[in-house]
């Protein structure tokens, strides 16, 4: 496992990473990561979401899930913001367990309710892109509390990286280097 777990983190999948987004599009490049790695770590899901640094905003860009690459989230005074752990919104980080964040009263309200941390147990997410107050992250989610490891932090950004640097190319107004 170990060695087949190389492979699958490899330069050489990183580049086919690369190719799916350049050719299909980021929605094509999300669902060809989670295939990819899906065969090897417990990942359910793969959303791309574009928020601001203070998690006041964020639109989901694309999800494996639903397919759909676009709704956008707010803030709302007097209630959590959408966003999971935004004091941690520029770095990477990984949560073992979601299941303290899912508040009984999150689960009836529709700002929450479909939101991707609701229905999964535990979180990889990379912070890949910065410009000026937004930031672009990658949410690699499992059914499987504890699915994620330090480890997983840089083999993951190394298939997750190509994908954002095409999205990044897309838009080169907004990510002015």
Known sequence: MDNYTSQLFSDTNAHLCRIMARIGGLQYALQGLLNLISTERPVVRV?????????????????????????????????QTPILLPERINEDMIVGDLAPYKLPNMQKDPVFADLPFMSHSSLLRLSLLHSGSYVLLFNFWSDDPGAF??????DFRLLALPVAEEFRAELPDIYDD
């Not at 494996?64 to 209630?79: A, E, W």
């Not at 490891?149 to 840089?154: G, M």
């Open 149 to 154: 490891h330090e480890n997983d932090i840089d």
């Open 47 to 79: 959303n791309v979401t574009y928020c601001t640094n203070n998690s006041s905003a964020f639109i989901s860009l694309g999800d494996t899930k639903h397919g759909r690459p676009l709704s956008t989230k707010f803030s709302i005074p007097g209630k």
